[in-house]
């Protein structure tokens, strides 16, 4: 996972004591509001279970001024809230080492190697166990199929030792990841997932060999050589399809945050010519090429040339727009075209991209309650596998040694809470990726349980469901004046005034306007200047104009010498996919309603437009706080979405909140999911993804149950063989994986 959108200047071995703030400012930034506090994101190296989340929590949280850690085990990334006035980061990567783990700052180059080079280890480890298993089982065959007597004992014996020879490398190589967790947990007083694992497959080579050494012993009727080398290569292919489904998923946020470039390049102060440069050498003020198919480095604008744009992430847009001279770029989008020249505008943690991409890390690093809840038992559960094992063993051994030792091994196999654990961060990891491409941005992953709740929606008007821009819905004028002539005038008025009215009248007229001379403003009044052929004219409201205001609306008036000249009707436009949004919602069972502070007239005018039955006007902040707690008080679960400064409370009390847009900081701070190019759809097709988000959940906690309540009666009744067990555990944590990576292609 990035961090930064520069790269690390110094590897994670060098954060010594009291070192530069530019040392951890590549992957740390400022604690907003709390002065002195930093925020940072680590790559963890060796977690495997819900045992190691909260190893690895434990450890870096026990450093000196260390305020908190998040870690989420489906990403394998933690956040770390400190202060350098008591600690460097160093200190939590030798916590973390003393641990039995490695970690190095997220989106360092080098933390993708050692990941790499586990991915093939891991690989390796499989072909091993492969190649063992068929070896063995060609051994193990004939005990299977011939009949008593009929397999000499000399014969049986150079079978099991070469049996023996071929588990071996399975142990020592194969089954290397599985003990050294094991070793690792019970070193530091803890029971992890391994540690089951790690007895099972002792406990049947130590039983095996025993038999081996001693065929008359009391053990010697059987061996599980076959059994260890089998549920070992089960175990590593699960665990290996699951590292690549996991990637597939919760990777999904790491490849979208990776977007931009290590480089860029810079043109020269003293001869023009082009150098490249690593990003976090670029300054404001720079200029720098972009190349078709390369990815913006910074926030800037265009100086030279016109290309075609991707901001799918960015804005929500899906299809690519236009840039051109004098039109501002956003660092992360791809540039697909045609060469830019432009201007650095703003670089590092300033730039829009790293706002979306520390909203995105907070949300990699969240787990969600039910996650937290799994990790919470999963320490206990483990002790009593243990001690189920201990006890079906102990059951079992007067009656028949091996069949205890066969049945202990598949109690500890079969248990082990894999699936359990994986269940919800890996389905909320996939779905917040899949929003993330669209161009929405999750705060905290327990909003999606929120989400799939929420019966009721409440709309904010202007900037939500319209444009936060005035347009001109409607004309009237003096007879034998055309429209459009009238528009030109009133914007050739307009276009040396800053008021929203006038720039809406100059962009309605779309083209080269009149030329107005001796032009003066009067403030809530209106603007007055000359215009040729048509003398003094007046532009403003209808005292102003000397006109009768009758009609309802935000309208302004022209007037000249003779009298009334020309009515313009403004409103804020509907965003396009407003109606559909509105209707969808109401289709899948949301009441909607829409609460704005503007004239009541105008927003009953916009709820008819797209069917929303209750909606209020002149509401203050207040009054729409008090009337989302009261629809709560009603029992209903609300969600609200506005872009608004005074929106703050009213998104704080609901129950799911959408930031629409680029509205205000204290809006998007006090939202759930944020809809970067303000599209209504998002909200939705949110609250659709979350519903389904809700049912893999639900499924991957039914099949965890149901797995084990079916697997742990079977492996205590002796009826379950320790490959069986290893082929359903690996089987368990496969099936929760790929149902959540569904949520990924939502």
């Not at 060796?46 to 001024?65: K, N, R, S």
């Not at 989106?107 to 298993?133: K, S, T, Y």
């Not at 599985?178 to 080579?205: E, K, N, W, Y």
């Not at 650095?344 to 937290?372: N, Q, S, W, Y």
């Amino acid at each position: 996972m990035v961090a930064s959108t520069v790269p690390l200047p110094l590897p994670a071995a060098d954060l010594r004591a009291a070192p530069e703030p530019a040392d951890w400012e590549a992957f740390s930034r400022p604690l907003a509001g709390r002065e002195g506090w930093w925020e940072s994101y680590i790559a963890i190296d060796g977690m495997h279970c819900a045992a190691c989340t909260l190893t690895t929590e434990q450890a870096i949280g026990a450093v000196p001024g260390v305020e908190s850690v998040q870690v989420n085990g489906g990403s394998a990334t933690a956040r770390v809230v400190w202060t350098p006035n008591r600690c460097a980061p160093q200190a939590w990567f030798d916590a973390l080492a003393r641990a039995g783990y490695s970690g190095l700052p997220a989106g360092d180059e080098l933390a993708a190697v050692p990941r790499r080079q586990a991915q093939r280890r891991l690989l390796w480890r499989w072909l091993v166990a492969g190649f063992c298993m068929m070896q063995v089982m060609m051994y193990a065959t004939p005990a299977y199929i011939a009949a008593p007597g009929e397999i000499t004992p000399d014969v049986q014996a150079l079978l099991r030792w070469a049996s023996w020879m071929l588990t071996v490398p399975v142990l020592a190589f194969s089954c290397w990841p599985f003990f050294a967790s094991a070793l690792r947990d019970l070193r530091h007083g803890r029971i992890g997932m391994d540690v089951p694992v790690a007895l099972g497959i002792l406990i049947a080579f130590g039983a095996s060999s025993l038999a081996t050494i001693d065929p008359t012993g009391p053990l010697g009727r059987d061996v599980w050589y076959d059994s260890v080398a089998m549920f070992v290569f089960f175990l590593l292919s699960g665990r290996l399809l699951e590292q690549r489904l996991r990637d597939r998923t919760a990777g999904a946020l790491d490849a979208l945050m990776r977007r931009v470039p290590p480089t860029a390049e810079r043109r020269r102060a003293d001869d023009g010519s082009w150098e490249r440069v690593a990003v976090r050498r670029l300054r404001v003020g720079d200029v720098v090429r972009t190349l078709p198919g390369e990815a913006f480095a910074a926030d800037g604008t265009v100086l030279e040339g016109s290309s075609r744009v991707d901001e799918a992430l960015l804005t929500g847009e899906s299809q690519p727009v236009a840039r051109a001279t004098g039109d501002a770029v956003i660092a992360g989008s791809h540039n697909l075209a045609a060469p830019l020249v432009l201007r650095v505008d703003r670089v590092g943690g300033d730039t829009r991209f790293a706002g979306i991409v520390a909203l995105m890390e907070r949300a990699a690093v969240d787990k969600p309650a039910l996650a937290r809840a799994a990790d919470r038992i999963a320490g206990p559960f483990l002790l009593g596998v243990l001690v189920a094992a201990a006890a079906a063993a102990a059951a079992w051994w007067s009656t028949d040694p091996a069949h205890a030792i066969d049945i202990a091994v598949a109690v500890l196999i079969v248990t082990c809470p894999c699936a359990l654990s994986l269940a919800t961060p890996a389905a909320t990891l996939a779905a917040a990726g899949a929003l993330a491409r669209r161009g929405i941005l999750v705060r905290q992953l327990d909003a999606f349980e929120a989400a799939a709740r929420i019966d009721t929606a409440v709309f904010d008007k202007t900037g939500t469901l319209t444009s936060d821009r005035l347009a001109v819905t409607g004309i009237r004028s003096r007879a034998g004046v055309t429209g459009d002539e009238a528009l030109q005038v009133a914007a050739a008025l307009g276009a040396q005034s800053l008021h929203p009215v006038s720039q809406a009248l100059v962009r309605a007229a779309a083209g080269s306007v009149e030329t107005a001379t001796q032009v003066h403003e009067v403030a809530g009044q209106g603007v007055e200047g000359v215009v040729a052929g048509r003398g003094v004219v007046r532009l403003g409201s209808a005292g102003w104009c000397g006109v009768a205001d009758d009609a309802d609306g935000t309208q302004v008036h022209l007037a000249d010498a003779p009298g009334w000249l020309a009515t313009f009707t403004l409103d804020e436009p509907l965003r396009d996919d407003a109606l559909a949004a509105v209707s969808d919602l109401q289709e899948r069972g949301v009441d909607v309603h829409l609460l704005s502070g503007d004239r009541p007239a105008a927003v009953q005018r916009l709820a008819a437009r797209v069917a929303i039955v209750d909606a209020r006007g002149a509401q203050s902040p207040e009054d729409k706080l008090a009337q989302v707690a009261d629809l709560q008080q009603q029992g209903h679960r609300v969600a609200m979405a506005g872009d608004g400064l005074n929106d703050g409370p009213v998104l704080a009390r609901a129950d799911v909140a959408f930031a629409m847009g680029q509205g205000a900081p204290l809006a998007q701070t006090r939202s759930d999911f944020i809809v970067l190019g303000g599209q209504l759809a998002a909200i939705p097709a949110v609250l659709a993804l979350a519903r389904r988000t809700r049912r893999v959940v639900r499924q991957n906690l039914a099949w965890a149950a149901a797995y084990n309540a079916i697997c742990v009666p079977l492996a205590l009744a002796g009826w379950m063989p320790p490959w069986l067990a290893g082929l359903g555990m690996a089987l368990s944590s496969l099936a929760v994986v790929a149902n959540a990576a569904r949520l990924a292609r939502a």
